[in-house]
Nanobody, 125 residues
Framework: QLQLVESGGGLVQPGGSLTLSCTAS????????TGWFRQAPGKEREGVAC????????LHARSVKGRFTISRDSAANTVSLQMNSLKPEDTAVYYC??????????????????WGKGTPVTVSS
């Protein structure tokens, strides 16, 4: 069964940290780029970060650059998102996405082949 499973979401105070993990089963996550997206209530799903097949290249949205870091552990078939200095505007459901194999180093939303079910992150005092 092909699936992506996210974990690590929860409630955190402003300024706090969380680490999200995405584990694939039934396929190799490093066969393409992998991304994290998020969707806040009433808003469109947006890209947060993307890591290349090799794990050597990454992209982060301007809104999270310097605070979030995406990384790949190919041996564990996992991609993580370290989130520091969290702000209330980071509150959203976070989704892991495996891209079609055509996408080796970027993560356009239209290129997503598999989505996880999402994990909620709430930043509030």
């Amino acid at each position: 069964q092909l699936q992506l499973v996210e974990s690590g979401g929860g409630l955190v105070q402003p300024g706090g940290s969380l680490t999200l993990s995405c584990t694939a089963s039934g396929f190799t996550l490093a066969d393409s780029a992998t991304g994290w997206f998020r969707q806040a209530p009433g808003k469109e799903r947006e890209g947060v970060a993307c890591v290349s097949m090799s794990g050597r290249y990454d992209l982060h949205a301007r809104s999270v650059k310097g605070r979030f870091t995406i990384s790949r552990d190919s041996a564990a078939n996992t991609v993580s998102l370290q989130m520091n200095s969290l702000k209330p505007e980071d509150t959203a459901v976070y989704y892991c996405a495996a891209l079609d194999p055509r996408y080796q180093a970027d993560c356009p939303k239209y290129g997503v082949k598999y989505w996880g079910k999402g994990t909620p992150v709430t930043v509030s005092s």
